[in-house]
């Protein structure tokens, strides 16, 4: 079955820093993946969509990349601030209808 | 951006009552609607999927006579918790996503969810 998975440990990181969340899929080779930032009691917010085609993308302060070699997405939050803190999901659409599969979510804190 | 209202934000009834949660959005013609479920500290479960005017689709293992969806116009979709038990209690969320592009994608915008609470 296709599978995404993101690291499920909680990452935390000291403000100012850059902050990395992984994504990685198997049984299957997606078009694009999303990233969504979520905050505790709210909905999922878009935050970026990287195509297949593209190796890189870039929003302000944050970077997605598309590996399709190594079956990965990174995510990139440079000069982090406690802000940034959410937990954040990778998702692709499936080939079954067009729903979303969502990874686990990484929880990411910033501290000052 | 586009923005997709939920309400409400939250619910508390007693077990037995049936519970309506209303999904629009404000800003761009959803032809496509999604219903999902997360538990606390848990990813989204997709429950079902609704284009308009036709019925859902739903999720295996998600009992269609217990959630009722209704995607009567482009901009409104509604789920329906009905007979409502204490296991039903859950966080609710539901995405709209518009017209797939030549590209063939599209991002889904999430409304702020539904906390429903069964006593």
């Known amino acids: 079955s296709q599978k995404i998975e993101q690291n499920s440990e909680a990452l935390n990181i000291q403000e100012g820093k850059t902050a990395t969340l992984t994504c990685n899929y198997t049984n299957y080779s997606p078009a694009y993946l999303q990233w969504y930032r979520q905050d505790p009691g709210r909905g999922p917010v878009f935050l970026l969509l990287i195509r297949e085609n593209e190796k890189e993308k870039r929003k302000e302060r944050l970077k997605v990349t598309f590996d399709t070699t190594l079956k990965q997405s990174l995510f990139h939050i440079t000069a982090s601030q406690p802000a940034d803190s959410a937990t954040y999901l990778c998702s692709h659409q499936g080939n079954q209808g067009g729903k979303l599969i969502f990874g686990q979510g990484t929880e990411l804190s910033v501290k000052p | 951006g586009a923005v997709v209202s939920q309400h409400p934000s939250r619910v508390i009834c007693k077990s037995g009552t049936s519970v309506k949660i209303e999904c629009r959005s404000l800003?761009?013609?959803?032809?496509?609607m999604f219903w999902y479920r997360q538990f606390p500290k848990k990813s989204l479960m997709l429950m079902a999927t609704s284009n308009e005017g036709s019925k859902a689709t739903y999720e295996q293992g998600v009992e269609k006579d217990k959630f009722l969806i209704n995607h009567a116009s482009l901009t409104l979709s509604t789920l329906t918790v009905t007979s409502a038990h204490p296991e039903d209690s859950s966080f609710y969320i539901c995405?709209?996503?518009?017209?797939?592009?030549?590209?063939?994608?599209?991002?889904?915008?999430f409304g702020d969810g539904t906390r429903l609470s069964i006593l």
């Open positions: 995405s709209a996503r518009g017209d797939q592009t030549s590209l063939g994608n599209q991002p889904q915008h």
């Open positions: 800003d761009f013609q959803a032809t496509t």
